[in-house]
């Protein structure tokens, strides 16, 4: 069992919509120098369409910095194409770009406040046509055409590296109508008939959340997301326990047993995502001695980032010490738990 951790890049993860703060001197490289150092050989990079699209000259450079860094020390790569809240341009979230977001949404942006949780009504309106495919970019060509024009420049840029492990179609797709269920089924299809031609890796879609309790996650439910394309790279299942709790993971095993998929990443976890959460070092213990039960391909901590996470402090796993990136008491933590399972 692979134990490892999310990575908050700076270029890879900026926002289109509000500026990001500037990082440590050389955080990448002291980052993987540190993980090297303490055992830490898997990470899970997610991504965002919106950052390549602000820079894709930027985008693709750190790519490369990335991916050399964990050539250097070892460090195997999952590449995810990440997704929260939809996108900036609809407030406080990360993920689709300008393009893509605001002909949906046409001359409304003066009223998202890129600081603030966008309306749930808003986010409905994006996943529902996102599953409809109407959503067309700028320039009138389909959607899910554009992302795939995304994921295809990841893929191309680190596919050959000996670090890269595996690649993510979407991270946490929402639904919202029973339906579209299914839909995501589709759209995984789509997206494994064009990726498979680029890349031989594995390939890892997401459990979906559901956004309403019309479209409630039963395990019958949520096994309509596999995808039935038959393909030749190694498919794989991606949960996100908040927290790991036995009864969660027996829901996957359930999900994973009507899907027949036999393998299972937790591409993040945590405590939990209240506010305020904080995480023990008892916690970090006992959620790895879970995982290890259950048998997943690997599991992923969310995260390390240099930006702090204030409303979530379980969620800081590094800190800034004059300058220069550096592990916290959560890292110690979960590297001392790591030892023990």
Request: aromatic residues 14%; contains cysteine; hydrophobic residues 35%.
């Amino acid at each position: 069992m692979r134990i490892g951790l999310n990575f908050d890049g700076i270029k890879v993860s900026d926002y289109q919509n509000r500026s990001k703060p500037l990082p440590p001197q050389e955080y990448i490289q002291n980052s993987f120098k540190i993980f090297l150092e303490h055992g830490i050989d898997a990470i899970r990079i997610p991504v965002y369409w919106e950052s390549y699209e602000k820079d894709p000259n930027g985008f693709i450079e750190e790519l490369n910095l990335i991916s050399n860094e964990a050539n250097k020390n070892n460090i195997s790569c999952i590449y995810d194409n990440h997704q929260w809240e939809c996108s900036s341009f609809l407030g406080y979230g990360i993920g689709f770009p300008n393009s893509i977001i605001s002909p949906l949404f046409q001359n409304n942006s003066f009223h998202y406040d890129p600081h603030k949780h966008p309306s749930r009504k808003d986010v409905e309106k994006f996943w529902n046509n996102w599953w409809d495919r109407t959503i067309k970019s700028f320039d009138g060509q389909d959607g899910w055409t554009k992302q795939l024009e995304f994921i295809q420049k990841v893929v191309e840029t680190v596919n050959d590296k000996k670090s890269t492990l595996a690649f993510e179609l979407l991270n946490e797709p929402q639904v919202f109508r029973y339906r579209d269920f299914k839909n995501i089924s589709k759209y995984h299809d789509n997206l494994l008939s064009k990726v498979t031609d680029l890349t031989d890796k594995p390939l890892i879609f997401c459990y979906s959340y559901a956004g309403r309790l019309l479209a409630f996650n039963l395990p019958w439910i949520q096994a309509k997301i596999k995808p039935s394309l038959p393909v030749r790279n190694e498919v794989i299942f991606d949960i996100h326990p908040y927290p790991p709790y036995y009864i969660v993971m027996l829901y996957f095993r359930l999900v994973l047993k009507l899907m027949k998929i036999n393998t299972v990443l937790a591409g993040e976890y945590n405590s939990g995502t209240g506010e305020g959460v904080e995480i023990s070092s008892s916690q970090h213990e006992r959620y790895l001695k879970t995982f290890k039960k259950f048998i997943p391909y690997g599991i992923m901590f969310w995260q390390w980032s240099y930006i702090k996470d204030n409303d979530h402090p379980a969620f800081n796993l590094a800190k800034n010490v004059d300058g220069v990136i550096a592990p916290n008491e959560n890292f110690n933590n979960l590297v001392k738990a790591k030892s023990k399972v």
